[in-house]
């Protein structure tokens, strides 16, 4: 038998990679965690010990104390470096396993996965697009989105503004206040057509 290998048709749009499905650092970042706690642990008790020598001997040990107390201070930075990229790493793939290949999700939807707050969520995600992980994805601290396509937001800002526009008009033009009885209600409001609109102007509706 001949393997046949088929190709998409020259015209066939691509989807365009949002994300990184196999993210670098994590070999680098054990390596630094190892490192950086063992220099760390290691210079650590050097500093215990010539400090309590300089204290016995009047001060004849104080650049040992300085050099070990630098160094220490070195290897726990370093460690505690490697740690957190692990930790981002992690949250990251458990991220695209959550968002499984949706173009938009609620940041209240990821915080309640992963007990966090909202805050967090949307400056963890912050950090990961900085970071190049998502390469098109866009966080909205406004109305708490995450956005995974620079399509998606474009759509998404669009129909926001509209949603707004037309919550405007509700309030300046029908004085309907808006309050959280009826924000489930808005949705539906904004969807009105601009002739039900105009209908509603004719018949004397303030």
Known sequence: YKTVHT???????QMPELYNKRPGGQAGAIIS??????????TLAGLITFTALSAAVSHMFIVPVIIFGVLA???FTLGINGT????????????????????SVPLQQ????NHKSIAFIAKD???????????????DTQDNYFLL????????????????????????????AMTMELESEVSELCNLSEGVYKRGLSNGIE
């Open 110 to 113: 990821l915080a309640d996965r």
């Open 149 to 176: 396509s620079d399509q998606a937001y474009e759509e998404y800002r669009t129909a926001r503004l509209e949603y707004y526009e037309k919550k405007k008009i509700m309030e300046d033009e029908f004085h309907i």
């Open 84 to 103: 957190q990229k692990i930790r981002l790493l992690n949250r990251y793939r458990s991220y695209v396993r959550q968002i499984d290949h949706h173009l």
């Open 7 to 13: 190709r998409p048709a020259p015209d066939q749009p």
């Open 33 to 42: 965690m190892a490192l950086g706690y063992s220099i760390g642990i290691f």
């Open 73 to 75: 201070a070195t290897g």
């Open 125 to 139: 995600l912050q950090k990961m697009i900085n970071q190049h992980l998502f390469y098109e994805a866009h966080v």
